[in-house]
C-alpha cells in the first residue's frame, strides 16, 4: 500500500481502530507527532547497543514499556507480534507486488467500504508511526493478516513489538558505520547547531528531571519490570530494566512479554 502520512483520521474508523487497541495512538498521530532529527542524534550518541541504555550524566535510562503503555497507549500484554505470511501468491499482480492508494474515505459509503479505509489506516499508523523504516511510500503486507482480522489485534502485545523494533533501530544507527537513518544524515545537515544545543541540555539533566514521581509508586504493573524478552517478528531484543531500576531486582520475575495465547 502506498503510505499516506497525511491520511487523516475519520470518526468512522474509531470503533475499528478502539477494537485493534489502537485509537490512543491515532489520536496521537492527528495531532502532534513530529521528529526531532537534532534531538534523537543526541540521544543516539549515548545509545549502548549491549545494555539498551542511554549513558546519561547521572548513570544509565532507557526507553522502558511503561513508556510505551503510558504515552502510546499501547497494550503491553498479549500474543508476541509475529509469524509468516501465508499465501503470498495472491498478493502478487503481473509478477510484482500489488498495491493501492487510500486517501480520504468518501461521504454516505456501506459500512464495508469504511471498514477497509479503516484498515488502511491502521496499516499508515503501523508501518509509519510504530514500525517505521527507510522505506518513502511503502508499507509491507505482514500486517494484510492482522488487519485482516480486525477483532484480534486488540489481542497482541504492540508495545512489546514496537519497544523490540525501536531497540534495534537504535543499536542499528548507533554503530559507528551507520550515518543515515530515515533519510536523514546527522554529519551533513544544516541542524548541527541543534544537535550541539541538544548534548548541551541532555549534559546538564538531573535524574529528578528524567523519571516522573508517579512511576516509582508500587501500584505500577509488574509487568513493566519484568526483565523478558521482546518479539517483533525476527527481532528478538531485551528489556533490561533491572539496569536502570533496583527494585526490578527484587523479585518481579522474568517472562516473556508477547508470548503465545495461554492454554
Known amino acids: 500500500m502506498r503510505r499516506q502520512q497525511g491520511m487523516r483520521l475519520d470518526d468512522r474508523y474509531v470503533p475499528y481502530l478502539q477494537m485493534a487497541g489502537l485509537y490512543h ?35 544509565e535510562c532507557t526507553l522502558t514499556l511503561q513508556d510505551v503503555a503510558y504515552q502510546l497507549g499501547l497494550p503491553v500484554d498479549g500474543h508476541y507480534v509475529s509469524g509468516c505470511l501465508s499465501e503470498f501468491h495472491i498478493y502478487i499482480q503481473g509478477g510484482r507486488p500489488a498495491w493501492e492508494t487510500f486517501g480520504e474515505c468518501p461521504e454516505g459509503v456501506n459500512d464495508e467500504t469504511v471498514r477497509r479505509y479503516a484498515r488502511a489506516y491502521i496499516m499508515m499508523l503501523l508501518g509509519t508511526q ?9 508499507i509491507h503486507i505482514r500486517w494484510l493478516p ?31 558505520h551507520v550515518v543515515k537513518w530515515l533519510g536523514y544524515n546527522p554529519s551533513s545537515s544544516e541542524k548541527g547547531p541543534r ?33 523478558t524478552s521482546l ?22 520475575g522474568e517472562g516473556v512479554v508477547g508470548g503465545p495465547p495461554s492454554s
Not at 198 to 206: H, N, V
Not at 234 to 247: G, L, M, S
Open 25 to 59: 495512538l491515532a489520536r496521537l498521530n492527528d495531532r502532534w507527532f513530529r521528529l526531532d532529527e537534532a534531538l534523537v542524534s543526541a540521544f543516539v550518541e549515548r545509545w549502548r547497543p549491549e545494555t539498551h541504555t542511554f549513558h546519561m550524566p547521572f548513570g
Open 130 to 138: 510504530l514500525f517505521a523504516d527507510k522505506s518513502g511510500n511503502r
Open 146 to 176: 492482522y488487519v485482516a482480522r480486525l477483532e484480534e489485534m486488540g489481542t497482541y502485545s504492540w508495545g512489546s513489538a514496537t519497544l523490540a523494533w525501536l531497540y534495534r533501530c537504535m543499536c542499528r544507527v548507533a554503530n559507528r
Open 195 to 227: 544537535v550541539q544545543m541538544w548534548r548541551l541540555r541532555i549534559d546538564r539533566l538531573q535524574d529528578r528531571e528524567v523519571v516522573h514521581p508517579e512511576a516509582l509508586e508500587p501500584w505500577h504493573m509488574a509487568l513493566w519490570r519484568s526483565v
Open 231 to 252: 518479539i517483533y517478528f525476527a527481532v528478538i531484543e531485551w528489556h533490561k530494566i533491572d539496569r536502570v531500576d533496583d527494585e526490578a531486582r527484587e523479585g518481579d
